[in-house]
């Protein structure tokens, strides 16, 4: 079943990260994204609440972005158009998107956040492309996740284990899933008494059995840790 996704990922570990750093009160917003060759995707991309020179200066200086091009200036309301090629890290985290089958659906900043809107052709593959996401060294909480053609969020609970209960609701508690978070991944593994590595892999392991079970069993209830 076709699944649209809404993703969220941390400004700072992944695209323009630098300008968004320097220009804290940067607009942005992914217009399209075009393929350029089998292996590299060029966003298009709606700059606000910036000035040409200034946005021109932390682009060049910033690592995430290879090459960038102004394509059009809308005077009356101060958005620049932009042609970006990221840089290979970025890159590579896209990549994970489309190799799965991915379409970017929509993209933009928000409070710290780049929030992205995916659709999949099956749930395993958007299940596949956050795994994979994750493994570049990116985090990403799943915020919303439905099926194609339906209205409501689905909601449900959901089959862990007793480790990935305990890992996932001492990690609501403690904040790790607030935005700006409220714990690290590394001060909560220490409240755990379990190794960074572990921990990581047990909270996405958890994640992806509720994303399972949200598409498997639409008419559930979403439980939540006291």
Not at 109 to 120: K, P, Y
Not at 162 to 171: K, R
Request: hydrophobic share 35%; glycine share 4%.
């Amino acid at each position: 079943m076709t699944t649209i996704a809404e993703l969220s990922l941390s400004t700072d570990e992944f695209a323009l990260a630098e300008t968004l750093q320097q220009l804290p009160a940067l607009d942005v917003r992914v217009e399209s994204v075009v393929a350029e060759g089998p292996t590299r995707t060029v966003p298009l991309v709606w700059f606000s609440n910036v000035g040409h020179d200034e946005l021109e200066n932390a682009l060049e200086s910033d690592p995430t972005v290879a090459e960038h091009r102004q394509l059009l200036e809308n005077t009356e309301d101060g958005k620049l158009f932009y042609r970006l090629k990221y840089a290979a890290d970025v890159e590579s985290v896209c990549q994970c998107v489309y190799t799965d089958g991915g379409t970017v659906l929509d993209a933009q900043v928000t409070d710290g956040q780049w929030t992205l809107r995916l659709l999949f052709p099956h749930r395993e593959e958007l299940s596949d492309a956050v795994s994979a996401i994750e493994d570049c060294g990116v985090r990403v909480d799943i915020r919303r996740m439905v099926e194609a053609g339906q209205d409501e969020e689905l909601e449900t609970t959901a089959a862990l284990t007793e480790p990935q209960q305990e890992a996932i609701a001492e990690a609501y508690r403690q904040g790790y899933y607030d935005v700006p978070r409220e714990i690290s991944l590394e001060e909560l593994a220490n409240e755990l008494d379990i190794s960074h590595q572990a921990l990581s892999e047990r909270l996405r392991r958890a994640n992806r059995v509720l994303a399972g079970e949200q598409l498997d069993n639409p008419s559930g209830e979403m439980a939540t840790p006291d």
